[in-house]
């Protein structure tokens, strides 16, 4: 029962000068609160709801961009994987290979994220039972890569919205793979906003102490210095100015949550 | 920000003995953690799934019995109306009338238990949006009670499963009303066992904890010395043995969250 | 495979006058098309989003008026109950009691609308599966009432927002009672539009095709003279001047479905 | 307000001698019928619940299979595409690409098929409202190709459960691209077997007779001469032998719909 780690940053690696600044600032943040810390950003935003939307910097301008992050704050990354094909190339600069929610169940992109030995972040589909993510284990444990961790963000609740079952981490758990909350997707409502996704960023601290208090090995959550300007997810990214607040609430439940006799 | 306050007591009011058995038994528990207790117990089981099922002591058996409770223990009292006529008589031994979810949008009921004075507790049903309780509220306080309480125990979610969305504690509490979540009724599965209604219970101290930490005024358990031979809601009540370890957690939770800088 | 029937008529019965008139036009349709009707109409509207939206004449009122349009029209009459002592005196001047969705597993109201001997409708409760409807007719059956109606009109998805599941139709058709779809109370937005129910017209005679082609025994639809000037459920009620075009629709599917070699 | 066409096949080619004979089979129904056909097969399943499951032939071993069916037979074929590198390829065998439901958001594939000047042919996410496929045929149509169908497929109901929402239909429609029903995947029950996708076949038959008295431009279809030992969806596939009389029925429905004044 260690104490929640942190999967961080901003939901598109908009340039190298930004992903460094918003590296070093969630770093700042983490250390300061001795929270272990995963940097995230996606080189590519490959479902937007919109073509004229913007998907980032893409795969070979980032590879850089992820390694210099390593090296210069000793951070581990994680991005997202969209194609089989990318993964052997990513798994070169991040740690943790992420499956989108959409994608949870292709098999090929399973694999091949099992294939590179790094660990492997599947995110809950919008439109799976948590017991349903053994299968999604299983494939990745029988193509010989165990190190997996399990996201919830959220399940369709009829049209552009989606519902945080907090029954789902335990079940999860269940598979003895890390579980993470994102907090930040969770709050989205997908198509809310026309071309759009929307999104109530007022519920990220709700869903995230919540989130905590079931028990879990780490909250996701997009952050950003300017979350109304972002290129994407802006209205459920948390403003960077309120990320060491949020975290030290969470801190402090998670301090308890872990200690309590049940927990063990 | 007070410390939660407990609403617990059995399904069903058995009989005399076994009910004042339950209430010295939970008021021990709460007492010995300073906890705020209201003892609830049911006079009647309007709403069975089958017509076979028992319904408890009936309005005339149980109004000495309520009384009894309240004079003996010093324990306030909650329990459920069906009928409008019921509640001006029940009102009499009884300091919290409770509005079944099935009944929370019958305007005569509400008018009613509104009329007694007594404090109304209102569940959320299960097909209604938590931004919709507003107008719950402001029937009960057009009719003159400005007291009352709003339940969250679960909205529908596709058959035979519910599912708790902790988005809606934060959204009902805008009404200025204080918020409980009835963590034992949110893990039934209506309808779930054929012609009865399942329940999970192993998820109850999982939703009560994340809705502790998103910050509840009260949490509704109902509880029971012999859960599996209760004769209802025995698949998701917490057995009396069970109570104070759960409630020590919950405490815990509680006390951090309550002082919290952004409680406030 | 008789053709389907209709219940049809205003959400509320506004005055003696417009309940008449409405009966006239809505026979007078029916009869054009050959088309069995049973007349519907509220004489309570008793769990209105809102406390001081208007609710009806009120039993006394209604009951000569219920009395005068069976005599006069020579038509089966429908209402809805709401409480348990209603029944019996209601039943004197209707042909079919109908319980809400919300109540409809309410026990008391069941057996006193069984006790009458009249055919009971049970509107499936938004927060039920269609194979939990079983217990609902064993429980009016137990009563010694065999005469059952079920109606569907909708499943919560979500908030605010209710889905016609097709499915539902045949499943509760394994009951042995006759199934209704109510068209018009299917396309409601529950409190979407604040402090009233919302809805979408144009989407009723989509569902209504569904159904038939499915195969009901009856379609439920309300329709109004005036829909956005009636004091309820205007947002999805039929206007009455496209109820003939609608039905005509509706046959013409009937009569081809109640004829398919599967449909035997 | 052309007659439905059918899009129908196995679910996936399993052998060039069994694509051949099922493509022979339903083809000889259709002709008979004089329903407009376009043959289904899948070359890869491409997310199936298990590893171990079976996935089809390939795509190098299918596309001289889809040539020969072409060929002999005159058939349109339509197969779907997992991948933005395939579609280049197979539009060179085939008429109609189709996007599998979790990839429709997937902006790399929906460009790919596009480029192709195939018809693309887009299956509804569980996960989307009807309203948000607008955003999908603009990616298509901006990516210059305007051939493009959607499908409803059913969409995310509680857990393991889908729903299909007939008011999807006409709301697609909106966007001007011609509307398929699939009524063999909208009655699986994801993950509903454990380590393999369930499916109730009962209910293929209510759920196209729905959207067909709806209005749609065509019906898919999956369809097997054994589908108890089909190596995948064989809880939910038409038995070719029942193939014909389900046509019959929709086509009896079809006609009528496609005649009334209001279809206009």
Redesign the interface.
Known sequence: DAPFALIAGPCMMESRDHALEMAAAVKEIADSLGIGLVFKTSFDK???????AK?GLGLSAAMPVFAEIRERFGLPVLTDV????QCMTIAEVVDVLQIPA??C????LL?AAAATGRVVNVKK????????MR?IV??LV??GNPNVMLTERG???????L?????S??IMARTGAPVIFDATHSVQQ??GQG?STGG?RE?V???A???????VAGVFMETHDDPDNAPCDGPNMIPLKDLK??LM?LQ??D???K????SN
């Open positions: 490959a479902n937007r709801t919109s073509l004229s998907r969209h194609d089989a094909t959409f994608l169940r292709q098999t090929d694999v589909g919008q439109f799976l039972a948590p017991w349903d299968n299983d494939k029988a193509s399940a369709s609740f009829g049209y552009n919205t519902v945080s079952d907090m029954r981490l335990p997908p198509g071309t109530e519920f601290s709700v869903l102490r919540a989130a905590i208090a079931v028990g607040a949020l609430d402090a439940i301090r308890v949550v200690r309590l006799p049940t």
